[in-house]
Structure formats: C-alpha cells, structure tokens
C-alpha cells in the first residue's frame, strides 16, 4: 500500500499551514526590506550577555540544567516570576500558579489541550494573532469573532457572545494587539474578568507586548481583575529576550494549570532547562528592565518614523496609532486589495501581511499589517517610499 | 461562578499525569538509591563541553540563534542529522525528510497529532514506555497491547492486530526496549517494515537507547527496511548528550512529516535554536562517538553489577538480560507484588518502578523495572542488597 492512503486526523481538515509563515519563506531575497514579520530587531538580541550567561551558568549547574527537569518548570525561575508578574503586570500569584512553557505559542496550546472538545467555542477578537488561530482551529473548536473598536474589543458584544453561546475560552491580546496595535482600556479590562466569571468562560490574556511601551500609561492586567481564577494569564520573552529561546510561561489557578501541566508531560516533557536558567538570570540580575529601556528608545523613533511616513503615503484611507508593541494595523481605500497589491510590493523589495489572514472568517482584503522592529528608520523610509509608489500606482490604473 | 464549575476537555478523562513522574517526586529524600528513573548519570552529562560550546556559538552566530527559526529545524542539523542517520541507524533520508523535535516525546505527540482522531486504534508492545501510552490516550485512541517475547514484539499477533483491528499506528521501541531491555530481532524488524505497507499503518519506531549498546551486534532500523514511506522515525539525543536540552528529531516521508510540521507551528513554533545548534556541533564535530563510548564503558559495569546480584536476590523469579540500554525487567515469584513492596523499599532507601504501569491494561503485579545508570557500583551494590532483604523478608511472611 502506497503511503498516499495515509488517513490523517480530521483535526487537519481545512488547515494548510500559518500563511505568515509561508509568506516569511518568500522574504529570504537579499534586499527586500520585510515590514511582514513581528521579528525582534537583530539589535535587540543580547547575543553577547547571553553567551556569557550560558557559559557560566553551565559551569555553575550544568549537572541539574542538562538532566531532566520537572515539568512544572525550574523552580528558580518560577521563583523569579512570581515577584516579576507582580510588579510589571500588577496581579499576585504564587509560583506553584506558574509554568514556565515553550514559548507562550505553548502555553495557548495547552490551554486548548485542556479545555477544548471538538465543536467548542471560542471567542477571538476580529482581527486577532493568526497563529493561535490556527492552534484553536486545530483543536476543532468553533471560533466566534468579536469585533473590537479604539478601547479594544467590545465587551457589549462579548457579553451578548458569552449569554448566547457559552463559549469555553476567550482568546485576548489586550496590550499593543496583534494586528491592530490597540490597548484594551481599564473599564474593558475589569469587565471582562467579571464576565468572565459571571458566566463561567476561561479568560486565555495574552500579553507578550507589554512590555514595549513608548508613550502613553501602563494598565494592569485582566488577570489583576480575576478574583475566581477564570483568567490564564500567557506571557513571552520572545519579544524582550529572545525568541529563540523558546520561553514563555502560563499563570493560571492551580487546578487548570495542574490540566495544563499533566498536557505538557507528553508534549515535551519539560522547557529546557538551560533556556529557562538564562531568562531566570535576566530577572534575578535586574537585567531585563536597562535591556527593554534600550530596545524602547530605537524601537519608539522607528514606529514614529513608519507613522509619519503612513500619514502621506497615497492609498492609505487610515491606520491605528498604537502606543507600543511591534505593529501597526492601516486601511487602504475602499476597493484596493492589500492581497492582491502584495505581489507588485514584494516585485519592488517591500513586504508586509494583507490584514485578511487576521480575520477569523476573512474578508476586509484592504487592511495590511505593519511591522517596524525589523528596519532600521532609513529601511523604513525606503520601504514607505516603495510602498507609497506601488499603492499611489494602484489608484491611478 | 467559581472555578471548580470549570468544564475540562474529554481528552483528560481517566488521564491523571505519569504515574512515573509521580514515584520520582518521592525519591528526593536524601540518600536514597534511586533504581526508579531513567536519567542518565551525572557523569554523562557534559557540562563543561556544553559551556564551551554554548559560549563559541552564540558569539559566533548569536544573532541567528536567538531570533525565530524554522518550523522546519536549524538548517544545519537537519543536515548533520541525514549522514548521522545513515551511518548509524542504516536508513538514507533528506535534510528535508527530517524535522527536529523539543525532545522525542514531541515527535509522538506530533505524529498522534497528525494521524488520531478519536477511538482511533494504536498497537503498542505490553509493556511498554507509560509516557507515550498516556500521549496516545490524550488523543483518545483506543491501546491495543500485542505481547513480547526474546525477538521482542510478536509479528505473528501483529499480523493478525493489523488484519483484525485496522490500527492507525504501531508504537514500537525496538532497541533495548523501555522496559523490559529487550531487542527486536532482524526478522522481525523486516517483517513489521513489511505489515505496515501491506496493511497501511504507520510504525511509530522510538530508538533513543540505540547507541548504548554494551555486548552484541548492531541492528539497522525498522525504517532501513521501509520501501513505502510508513515508517516514522523518533530519535532523542537525550540519552546520549543532554535531556535538559529537549532536543530529538523526526525522520519520516515528507507529506507525513509537512502534517506534523504544521502541528509543530502550533505547538512551540519550533525547537530552541542555540539547542539545536549544541547537537548540530557533537554531531559536526564528532564529539558524539568518543563521548558515547565513555558513558558506555561505565553503564556497562553498572549493568553487570546490577545483573549479577539480581541473580542471587530472593523473591526474584526471573529476569531478562539485555544488551543495552538503561533498564533491567525482572519478575516476582507469584502471588508477590512489587507495586505492594515498593513502600518497603522505600522506607529502606531504595526505589524502582512497579511493572504494571507499563502494560496497557495493568496487571502483571510481580513485575519490576530497575534503573542502573544513576546508580554508582557501589549504591548499586547497597541498593540490590536493601532490594534483597526487602523481598527475601516478604517470602518469609
């Protein structure tokens, strides 16, 4: 029997694979300047501290940070994550409340493992992160946007969506969204924990962002909201760290992250060790807030730059002007097709992500996603100026 | 509405975390002899050549490292992996027909990913390794157990399981085999190669104590003798370098392996790089070979040790002596119960692991598993002579 009788599992119906990673593959030209990918900036990554760091913490411990870990996590970082989410996202945990995972991609993996039967629902904001989309598709539920407006998403709606189809989780990037950029306001974020609650759905917060704040005020987090124990908090250190890496962590009640937990052991056992002793160095060390500062200051005039440049560049009916992260969310006028223009701005060396891909069901083919860690201020100027041509081109045919 | 209203997936039903995991939480009393795990010993693991290597690469080539990677794997392991595959599991693949894994235990649950649905049936040998049990369970398939013998898993049961039962997937480890040490013969590695293209089943083949072999010939892979693509390929280099390092690979045909790269996107993005790329360089630079022939010039011993007081312990019936590998399978006389004395042990200062855990449908009582590779000679020595008094105790009783 040939191996193309093969039966794959029905989970894969319909799923072809992350399209952003796809179209990441058509970048590796030399020269073309990438505003596609939501990549920290070469720049960022403290390739030098982090030697010296592996090096002397192998030294140290290589005996424990070689063998096996639990899966719980290495206590040490636990440790140190508990006193780090109290301070910069404002709730109080303790540390046997906190896995540390494999990137935070793991962690809404998990989530879904514990929580989803096939024909579930769960609530996504309209756009939202394509990748954990795809994590939920692949677990069979069944996804029910929410649209979301300057405050981040609508919590009128979410509690119609909630009363109506008692949904098991509701996905949420509330700082610096990924795609649109937006922050979710104070009044949102503490409804939502109490709807949360009201009618019993898991809150899964996802907040790799955060940290990458260039103006504007810091908010707590929903979970500082939580008193029952219904928001899972999701954190990364892939945008302030490392990707690379691989670590990220799940703050959650102790009976859902103990679901969590017994889901990890057979989906890698445990988060390398070494990977989790070199970030739980960067919070012991106090190195983590001097590094973000740095990474803040390039960041902040490089957006400034995209913004300013955004304002003049022909097709462009309006865009979301975010107070951090990595991304910027714009419109183009009514009838042009940020899919179909892709092609002609990828000819000219620039890309980005056609908004589509963010929607749960599609449609909106003239948003595009921006992303400005990446290029340096004169790539950026370069890459609007292209841009503005192929769009400016575009409404003249 | 408080938490314990929280509703779980079904998957998680009679699923309650590795019993395995479980013992080892209890064997951090000092001083106690730890036949239970199956870690490698200390001594295996290279710290100081890790901390060299660590340090060289991430000052070499940081920027890389630590940025994403491919879903895919880093580039150069895939490439050091094919001839090292070749050379030492007698198969010949593609970079492309490999996909590194955070672990082997990932390249179990990807392919169950790929390939289960619920009710969904998987072979397994009775007994075997619990944690992929428990992952088959967690994707709702139904075990089907085929017994063992010396030559290990019986073909001639297979055939009939295979004809009968259409199972998706067998599950086999075929070198030294987890627990019971066993080998399986070259006969019968053809003749699986052969059932899994006449019925159309995927082999799961699990071959991560391959290189530890300490008397006896080599044995090519199930999958040297796979002509149609059924046979998926689950290395770890947890066993032989690091499994703090959480690094293990996949080899299988490429439509297979693309399903379970896609389910590898929403499981961790993809492996730690700076992890991939420590292998990449023992593999490059062939520091694999000499390494692996140290620890097993002392496994060696620790076995020997282990067997030939195993032969004089009272209350043990038989036991099967294997080649390789890091575990002993020994039997009670009847109407004994390991699972009963293990908290006798215990108490005295030694552990191991009750055999009915391994079979799929429990029994088996006066079975047990010991471990000797984290065990010096001398506590081998100790910990057999507290195994001995405990059990002889019990028959007098």
Redesign the interface.
Known sequence: ????????????DG????AI?EIFKLLAVPGMISFA?G??A?SA????A???L???L??EK????????A?EGYGPLRESLAPYLKDRFSFTCAPDEILPV??S??A??LLC?????PG?KVVVENPTFL??M??IR?YQAQLVPVDSDDDGIRTDELEEVFKKEHP?MLYVIPTFQNPTGRTLSLARRRKIAELA????V?IAEDDPYRDLRYTGEELPAIKSFDT???VAFMGSF?KV??????VGFLAA?K??L??C???K???????????QAIVDAYLRRDLLAPHVQRICLSYAEQMNTMLGLLAKCGGVARYIRPQGGLFIFAELNDGMDAGKLLTACVDRGVAYVPGTHFYAFGGHENTFRLNFSMSSVEQIKQGMEKLNDVFTASMRS
Chains 1, 2 share one sequence.
């Open positions: 029997m040939t191996i193309d009788s093969i039966r794959y599992a029905s989970r894969f799923i072809s694979g992350s990673r990918g990549n920290p070469a990554l403290p390739d030098e982090c030697a010296e592996a090096r002397e192998l030294l290589g005996k424990t940070l070689l063998q096996y870990g899966t494999t990137g991609t793991q809404m993996d493992k514990a929580l989803i039967d579930d990748g954990n795809q994590a692949l098991k609650a009201q009618y019993g898991v029952e124990g219904w892939s760290i490392s990707p690379g890496l691989r009640n009976t859902l103990r679901k937990t017994i889901g052991q057979s989906s890698d056992v445990h988060t390398a060790n070494l990977n």
